[in-house]
């Protein structure tokens, strides 16, 4: 399979870098940004720009976007990354901004990973950048109302980049064709492959396009050949950050819509980009108490079971049991009302202070206790009617409350039965104390 290159390898820089945008207008996938009407488009014509923070996917062009708008507002580019600078070589930059603008020159500070600077740091940008001694620009991978601090945050305007779709990869490619000399050897289907494995990120792109080039293919490939020759690339997923939230928030609310595919898909993209699957776990039995209850009572025990399932067989096998509960809890009725009943209770605890439960359901162990009429009047359940009292058994200062209100879904519609067997009992008997009190 293999033969000669077909491209010719003069340039030693590596395509990506050949093919880095010269103006705005060559940047693909953010027009929201860099056109007409986009913020930073806008700046641009101004020749006026503000402090910002680009925030986006690996590959999407926030480098080459901070370069060029240097160019297009003429001032001086500084870049500085937040993984191997400092302080000191933060005073350094600040200083020389500081004489380049009394000489009549602004500067456009750019740190990559900014959130990878901590909150002395960063507190350290404010003064300069509120006089204007520096427009920063800094780029993130990270949600910035998470990683930077509120005082940075309110001097500069967050702006959020496009993971590149489909068409900006497309433009991508025929670029790289052109520089290259020739069209890539891959079929339509290889193409379509190469293009879901860069997952959004440009510049991963352009380096599988270019190890190809390099591979000497005399026949185009398909996905299988192009497998051969491309590693699979690890999805965009860090368990500790935003992904983590994202991708947890989207498998909860598909489950509580009763989405059971999309609820598999976010499974399975949480377990591909390596997430804990007793994470998972942990989270669906919380699902399973908090939005199906009492509704469908076989939800927990299922959770219960899948994870005693996967402690016994680990991953991969064990996988299949963490599916096996999505859709379980996919497809079971929803119901919130036993979470809710938990909530409301809990308030009505807090707000009600210590009050004491009434005197004849308490205890009388001692002579004392009973002489102040502690189980005074107390009837015991199993000796009336139906076994059933319908004595009040919340404190005397306290009306009675319905914390819990199933509704008609479920295995709760048979609770709402029992509530008001129970709620009609209880009236009834409420009514036969008052007769024979009024007797």
Not at 81 to 90: E, K, N, P, T
Not at 352 to 378: E, F, Q, V, W
Request: charged share 30%.
């Amino acid at each position: 399979m293999a033969g000669p290159s077909l491209f010719d390898a003069r340039a030693p820089r590596p395509l990506a870098d050949r093919l880095r945008p010269r103006t705005l207008d060559e940047v693909v996938g953010q027009d929201h940004l860099i056109g007409p009407d986009g913020p930073l488009g806008r700046m641009v014509r101004a020749g006026k720009l503000q402090s910002i923070v680009l925030w986006g996917p690996p590959g999407c062009g926030k480098t080459t976007i901070a370069r060029l708008l240097a160019d297009g507002t003429d001032l001086h580019f500084e870049p500085l990354s937040a993984v191997f600078s400092g302080i000191a070589d933060l005073r350094k930059v600040f200083e020389a901004s500081r004489k380049r603008r009394e000489a009549g020159q602004g500067t456009l500070l750019f740190v990559d990973e900014i959130h990878r600077f901590n909150r002395s740091q960063q507190d350290g940008f404010l003064p300069y950048v509120e006089d204007g001694t520096v427009v920063l620009v800094g780029a993130t991978t990270e949600n910035p109302s998470f990683e930077l601090n509120a005082a940075l945050l309110s001097r500069c305007r967050v702006l959020v980049l496009n993971r590149l779709d489909e068409p900006a990869l497309e433009k991508l490619l025929a670029r790289a064709e052109a520089e290259l000399g020739a069209p890539l050897p891959l079929t339509g289907e290889a193409r379509q492959a190469l293009k879901a494995l860069a997952d959004g990120d440009g510049r991963f792109l352009l380096g599988m396009a270019e190890d190809i080039a390099n591979a000497g293919i005399s026949e185009p490939l398909d996905p299988a050949g192009l497998a051969g020759i491309i590693q699979r690339r690890a999805p965009v997923y860090d368990k500790d950050r935003e992904g983590h939230y994202n991708l947890i928030s989207a498998l909860h609310k598909s489950l509580r819509g009763s989405d059971t595919d999309a609820a598999l898909y976010w499974m399975n993209r949480m377990i591909d980009g390596g997430e804990d699957p007793i994470y998972l776990l942990r989270r669906l039995t919380r699902f399973a108490v908090e939005d199906i209850g009492l509704a469908d009572p076989g939800a927990v025990t299922q959770a219960i079971a899948a994870w005693e399932t996967y402690d016994r067989l680990g991953s991969p096998e064990g996988d299949l049991a963490i599916a096996q509960l999505v859709i379980y809890l996919g497809t079971a009725p929803k119901s919130n009302a036993g979470y809710s009943a938990f909530k409301a209770a809990r308030r009505a605890a807090k707000q009600t202070g210590s009050l004491m439960p009434p005197k004849h359901i308490l205890n009388a162990p001692t002579r004392m206790m009973k002489d102040l009429g502690y189980g005074k009047g107390y009837r015991y359940d199993h000796d009336a009617p139906e076994a059933f009292s319908g004595q009040s058994y919340f404190p005397e200062e306290m009306e009675r409350q319905r914390f819990y209100d199933p509704p008609e879904r479920g295995f709760e519609r048979e609770l709402r039965k029992r509530i008001d067997f129970w709620d009609r009992l209880r009236a009834r008997r409420r009514a036969e104390d008052e007769g024979e009190d009024g007797a």
